[in-house]
């Protein structure tokens, strides 16, 4: 089973910014899909920001320009750098990866407030 292990999350004012990660317990050349999804009190799961083992990235249209997706090999972790957050950023960040040999994982999730 792959494990997911986030880290990053927590409170800041609007326009500030972090870095969430996700550590994972294999090699991140052995995933098909890797990225963040996000879910607001009484919203559907949203994708933010993910990537393929192609290196193909997408994001959601609401963090273009504010947010990139990245990842290093040699530590098995990927990260979303979040700038310029919105009080609208606020949910809990939910790491997702995709094996298709193996199937999906999710992480725990981290909370992600904006707030003045």
């Known amino acids: 089973q792959v494990q997911l292990v986030e880290s990053g999350g927590g409170v800041v004012q609007p326009g500030g910014s972090l870095r969430l990660s996700c550590a994972t317990s294999?090699?991140?050349?052995?995933?098909?899909?890797m990225g963040w999804y996000r879910q607001a009190p009484g919203n559907q799961r949203e994708l933010v920001a993910i990537?393929?083992?192609?290196?193909?990235?997408n994001y959601a249209d609401s963090v273009k320009g504010r947010f990139t997706i990245s990842r290093d090999d040699a530590k098995n972790t990927a990260y979303l750098q979040m700038n310029s957050l919105e009080p609208e950023d606020t949910a809990v960040y939910y790491c997702?990866?995709?094996?298709?040999?193996?199937?999906?994982?999710w992480g725990q999730g981290t909370q992600v407030t904006v707030s003045s």
């Open positions: 294999t090699s991140i050349f052995s995933l098909n899909r």
């Open positions: 997702y990866a995709l094996s298709l040999r193996t199937g999906g994982y």
């Open positions: 990537f393929t083992s192609g290196g193909i990235t």
